[in-house]
């Protein structure tokens, strides 16, 4: 039973098409790691996958509701602190306990200090600790390891894969060598639209305009 | 043969080119003799000759309030059934109807001054054709702010509708608040209120030749925006390869 | 939902959450008026309903570009738009945490403030009543205008000119509710319009707004 299939996925940014044809399927415990040059589409691929915006052709199979997405930006408010912050996360998610998040993203120290206060690794580890607090199988996950120091990445490697072990999934858009096993690799600049192909019409337009 | 084949953007552009010149020259004749007939007849045995003003203003006034419910519609109809050129005919509209708007109350109020006395009154007619006027200020605005068109015809999609709602409710809200004083229905046919023939004729003539202007010039913008979508298309095409 | 009505509350009580803003905005704009008008009290009188309606508005309007913005910045939207929780009821939660820090603070003061404008005593209980039917609409048409303007740079005068039109029954029933009632004349009428308009934007706006944030974020 996979958790995420993805059949010949086609996404638009700025009304032009730019990747196409993008298929994978990802079983319990497996990962997927995308590659590709700045400006390929890779965040435009995984807001498809979390639901934010619509694909232009393509099935996208998951459960409702099974997609943690996480972004460049944390979504963290500077004036409630560490715990404040993720509490509310894992409220809205229907979870009580924040303790193993902290504790997996080496957060307890930092438990009560205001989110201002942060370094920008340590705010990125809070962001991170936010997906073990969703309770969520598929990690969709936008260059998670920016900012984090080398120690820090190893942590989150680590993260990602009890997540796996556990039976999850993840779709990660990264640079850096995780070390997961398994790890299925997409290099987008193959499923780049084609810009003369009558299939790379801008995309969302009536056929008629071009 | 489907009325949604004109929803494609080469169809209605070679349509659209067709019959554009047909309802040009209608709308210059029937405005320009409408107007002028207008101007012949005879004062009004109250108003004098000011009542000749209504020649300008009631078709304007119509159309102000008609051109909204074209968007209204065409912006349903792009909401539901994602038709570029339904959107862009709104996009098109708003500008003239905010023109119109602004004839009838200017009209309204050259009017007004020797008749009622004033330039402006709060009545209900008024009233409610102000607000029309800021929604199509507002509507105008969102369309310039929203850089991506498949969005800010979605936005401005949604604002029309919302805005139809309460557009409805400023103006029974507004006949609420206020008595008025303007005149009854210029069309009405209520026996002892229908104008008569003298004037009425000439109306009819200047609202066809408005409703002729109304369609040229948005058939006009609508070619416009159209070839504006396709340039830029083209363009992003082009730095793509 | 609540969660996020909490969170939404401990911000805008935290330090730089611009609460006690709007109540500010209003006693200033109340205590303009009489300079503008003149000390006449009978002028300020007559005009004192409608000075506080316009006032409680324009208040309202200062902090209605914070309901999304900022969640939209620090990419909080995208998280709660991929939350259990619909869109629709996050912008209920929102424009409620809205109307408990900017409304119910302004319908406490307007009395308060109606003693500036001599206002008439016995029109003190209509305009509480009129301010709380009509002010969670102006919250929720605000949170409307704030979605559709999420993701522009120039938003907030953008905002003010989309939002303020759709303000005018509002302000037209709650207005004239309160004048009546300093009129010593029976207001019900009004107010049942009020609250149908009241009504009516609890019914229709979170879905407007659900959907402008819905294609503001993709």
């Known amino acids: 039973m996979s958790l995420l299939s993805v059949h010949d996925l086609a996404v638009a940014r700025g009304g032009m098409r730019a990747v196409e044809g993008v298929s994978f399927t990802l079983d319990a415990g497996q990962a997927l790691i995308l590659r590709g040059p700045n400006g390929i589409g890779k965040t435009t691929l995984l807001r498809c996958l979390a639901g934010l915006q619509p694909p232009v052709a393509g099935r996208i199979q998951m459960a409702p509701d099974s997609a943690a997405y996480a972004a460049h930006a944390d979504g963290l408010k500077s004036t409630l602190t560490v715990a404040e912050n993720l509490a509310f996360w894992a409220r809205i998610f229907d979870r009580a306990d924040i303790a193993p998040a902290l504790a997996a993203m080496n957060l307890q120290g930092l438990r009560d200090r205001a989110a201002a206060t942060l370094s920008a690794g340590q705010k990125r580890r809070l962001g991170l600790a936010r997906l073990l607090v969703t309770g969520r199988a598929v990690w969709l996950l936008d260059e998670p390891t920016i900012s984090l120091d080398a120690a820090s990445a190893a942590l989150f490697a680590d993260v990602v894969r009890s997540h796996l072990a556990q039976g999850g999934v993840t779709v990660i858009a990264t640079h850096i060598d995780l070390s997961l096993p398994q790890a299925q690799v997409i290099d987008l600049t193959e499923y780049r639209a084609n810009p003369g192909a009558p299939s790379a019409r801008p995309a969302g337009f009536n056929e008629a305009f071009a | ?241 | 939902m609540i969660a996020l009505l909490l969170r939404d509350l401990r911000l805008a009580t935290r330090a730089g959450g611009g609460f006690g803003l709007g109540l500010g905005f209003f006693l200033i704009l109340c205590a303009l008026i009489p300079f503008g008008t003149g000390p006449d009290t009978d002028v300020l009188a007559s005009i004192a309903p409608g000075i506080l309606w316009v006032g409680a508005l324009l208040a309202c309007l200062l902090s209605l570009d914070r309901i999304f913005a900022l969640d939209f910045e620090d990419g909080s939207l995208d998280l709660i738009a991929t939350s259990p929780i619909p869109l629709e009821c996050a912008v209920i939660a929102k424009a409620a945490a809205h109307w408990l820090t900017s409304g119910l603070p302004l319908i406490v003061a307007a009395p308060l403030f109606g003693v500036l404008l001599q206002m008439p005593a016995a029109a003190n209980g209509w305009l509480v009543l009129s301010l709380l039917i009509g002010t969670p609409a102006l919250s929720l048409l605000g949170a409307f205008g704030a979605a559709l303007t999420v993701g522009l740079r120039r938003g907030g005068l953008l905002l003010s000119l989309l939002v303020l039109p759709l303000y005018v029954p509002t302000l037209i029933f709650g207005a004239e509710a309160t004048r009546r009632g300093a009129a010593g004349m029976d207001a019900s009428t009004p107010l049942v319009f009020l609250a149908a308009i009241t009504l009516l934007t609890v019914a229709l706006i979170p879905f407007a707004a659900a959907a402008a944030i819905r294609i503001n974020l993709r």
């Open chain 2, 1 to 241: 043969m489907s009325i949604w084949e004109y929803a494609n953007p080469v169809k209605f552009m070679r349509l659209s080119g067709a019959i554009l010149p047909w309802v040009a020259a209608g709308a210059a004749i029937c405005t320009v003799a409408g107007l002028v007939w207008g101007v012949l007849t005879p004062p009004d045995y109250r108003q004098g000759a000011s009542v000749k003003i209504m020649f300008l203003h009631v078709p304007a006034a119509m159309m102000a309030i008609n051109i909204w419910l074209m968007m209204l519609v065409a912006s349903l109809i792009w909401l539901i059934r994602r038709h570029h050129v339904s959107a862009l005919a709104a996009k098109a509209a708003a500008p003239i109807g905010a023109v119109m708007t602004v004839i009838a109350l200017v009209t309204g109020a050259a009017w007004g001054q020797p008749t009622w006395g004033t330039w402006w009154e709060w009545d209900p007619r008024l009233t409610s054709f102000l607000v029309l006027f800021l929604f199509y200020i507002g509507y105008i605005a969102l369309w310039e702010a929203v850089e991506d068109p498949d969005s800010a015809a979605d936005l401005t999609g949604i604002l029309c509708l919302v805005g139809s709602v309460f557009a409805l409710i400023s103006r029974y809200a507004a006949m609420f608040w206020s008595q008025g004083i303007h005149q009854g229905s210029s069309l009405s046919v209520a026996p002892g209120e229908r104008m008569s023939a003298v004037y009425r004729y000439p109306l009819y003539l200047t609202m066809l030749g408005f409703f002729l202007l109304f369609l040229t010039l948005v058939l006009i913008r609508t070619r416009t925006e159209i070839r504006l979508r396709r340039t830029a298309a083209l363009q992003a095409r082009e730095a793509r390869q």
